[in-house]
């Protein structure tokens, strides 16, 4: 069957919810320099500047963006390019390598007019973490594979991030799951509370297949300890674990790119933090390109300015239908030069929205206004899960696309885009680009 996307519709449609969460460690590096404008900016981004709690919908020319991608540097190209310019991409990687070139030529021949592709439909989910602190959960539900990156953001967050995974892992598996780094807010619900068999961690709770984490750390905290016992015992009920280093390497039966559904790929990309040493434990985390048929979904954990340059100049990054905000929303990460490269249509931020659990300097809590200042030429698609107490933002974030290309955002209190929101109104500064 052909299937030639060109038009992508994306409307938002609105549930009622609750919110929650707070914030987490928020490392003050130096800030990143403000980027307000770009002139690539994604078409359509102003258009829809009116989006309410009604269903909206715009058309997305996906030729326009073919175009531009190809001026920026051909993604199809990437995952060669980087495999071939690294040491280690041994035979291993042919598998890699055919999966990711499989459908940079279905996005070539997309363009220039359709080719056979099946491609399945998945879901991505940012989850609300049942209090008020920064931290990340994001489900990926593709048929009944699941993959599940993170689980913040305390560890009696365990029993609210289970109650929404049952709604879409109904066989008590989890396919895959990710821990991009080892901070807290990332591992905590991995843990959970509770002691011999009533413990209500992830990793307690559901059979994983296969768990991919960090490379580095220097953590001495109780909840890595913790979180160390809880691999451990995954381990001993038949998880595979691996760290993303092995993944990149092709070693110790891992993998750089595991098929994880019908014309969809989890791609790791390279960052030079798996095999480096920082001082910035943020900087380890493992970042992971999922690519459905022609859109591309980036998930950097909380990885900072320097390791995003390395992650830049490591990858050939493609233009990206959904960035999950790097960092909270932090000003040091979402860099100009990682933004310029991806021209991210739709942007979710796991966070607790002003609180003031990293820092009293209004500006700079989650999402911080440096952060919108640099998102805003590409798009004024930017959902935010909770907010501090007075304000409601989106709470779950579902962004569900289908292979055909059509994508929806749903959040479970509201479907209000960042700017619209009173919290927005309150607190931050209109960016040009989105009066
Ligand atoms: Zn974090």
Redesign the pocket.
Known sequence: MKKKITTFLLSLTLCVGITACSF??QTSGAGTSLSSSNPDVVEGSEEESTLSSRVESYEYNSEQDEDSSSNDENSSSDSEDSSSNDEDSSSDSEDSSSSEEDSSSNDENSSSGGEETEVADLSVHFLELGNEY???CTLIDIGDTEILIDA?SRKESAPTLKAYIDKYCKDGTLEYVIAT?A?Q??IAAFVGTGSGNNKTGILYQYEVGTLIQFSKTNSTTQIYDNYKSAVTYAKSQGTTVHTVLECWNNTNGAKRSYEVGEGITMNFLYQSYYATSTSDE?DYSVCMLLKQGENNFLFT??LESAGEASLVASNTLPKCKLYKGG??GSKTSSTAALLAKIQPEIVCVCCCAGTNEYTETQANQFPTQAFINRIAPYTDKVYVTSAKAGYTLNGNITVSCAGSGMVTVTGSNNNLILKETAWFKAERTLPAAWR
Do not use: E, I, R
């Open positions: 987490l460690p920064a931290g990340d913040g780094h901070h807010d990332h943020n954990g909380d960092h909270h």
